[in-house]
C-alpha cells in the first residue's frame, strides 16, 4: 500500500518515454525512407507529449524531473525527428547547406525548450513566447507529407528552405502564439464551437493531411501577422502621442 502513491509518479513519465521512443522510431523509418511511417510516429509523439503533462496535473505528480525528462523527449521527437525527416526527404539535394538547416533546426528547437524552461511562470499562461517546438515539428512533417504525395511538389524544394528555415528563427524568436491550454469554457459560444468544430472534422475526414497542414500552417501565419500588427499599431501610438505633445 505504501508503494502505490510513489508508483504513481510513474504514469506520466512513461507517456513522456513513449514518446521519445516513438521520435527515435521516427528517425530510423526516414533513415530507410519511409517518410509516411515517419510523419505517423511524430504525430503520435505529440499526442503523448499532450496526455503527459495532463496526467501529471490530474493525478498532482508533476516534478522537476518530470519537467527536464518531458524537455529531453521533446528535443527527440519534435527536434531531431523532423529535422532527419526533412534532411533524408528533401534536405540532402542541397548538401551540406541541408544538413546544416537540420542541424540549426535542432539547436533552436533546443534553445526554445530551454528558454520555455527557464522563463515559465514569468509571462501570461495564456500565450507563448516563440513558436513551440511541436508545432514546428508538425508544420515540418505534415509539409515533407505534401512534398512525398503530391509530384507538382518536386522542383519546389527550395521552398522547403525558407518553411525549416523560418520555423528555426520563429521558435527563438520574441513572437507571441496563443496557448489553448486555458480556454474559458464559460464565455464560449457553444453553438459556434459546435458549428467550427464539426467543420473542422468533416475536412479531417475528406482530407487529413491537407486539412491538417492549412490548419497548423494558419496557426504559424496568424502569430507573424499578430506580431507585425503589434509592431505597426505600436508604432502608430508613438507618432500619435509625437503629434500631441
Known sequence: MENKPKLIYILPNLFTAGSAFLGVISIIASVNGQYGKAIIYIVL????????????????T????????????????????????FYFSIGHYFGRFGSLLAAVFVVFGAIRLARFNVMTGTYEPN??????????????AFWVGIYTSYDFMHGFEWIFIFIVGGLSVLMVSN??????????????????????????????YLYPLESATALITLYVIYGIIRAVWAICFAKNIKFINKENE
Open 45 to 60: 509523439s505529440l499526442v503523448l507529449d499532450g496526455l503527459d503533462g495532463r496526467v501529471a496535473r490530474l493525478t498532482k
Open 62 to 85: 508533476t516534478s522537476k524531473f518530470g519537467v527536464e525528462f518531458d524537455s529531453l523527449a521533446d528535443l527527440v521527437a519534435f527536434g531531431v525527428a523532423p529535422a532527419m525527416l
Open 127 to 140: 500565450v507563448f513566447i516563440g513558436l513551440p517546438i511541436p508545432s514546428a515539428a508538425i508544420v515540418c
Open 175 to 204: 513572437v507571441r502564439y496563443p496557448s489553448f491550454k486555458k480556454v474559458d469554457f464559460k464565455r464560449a459560444n457553444y453553438i459556434k464551437a459546435l458549428v467550427m468544430l464539426v467543420l473542422v472534422f468533416s475536412m479531417l
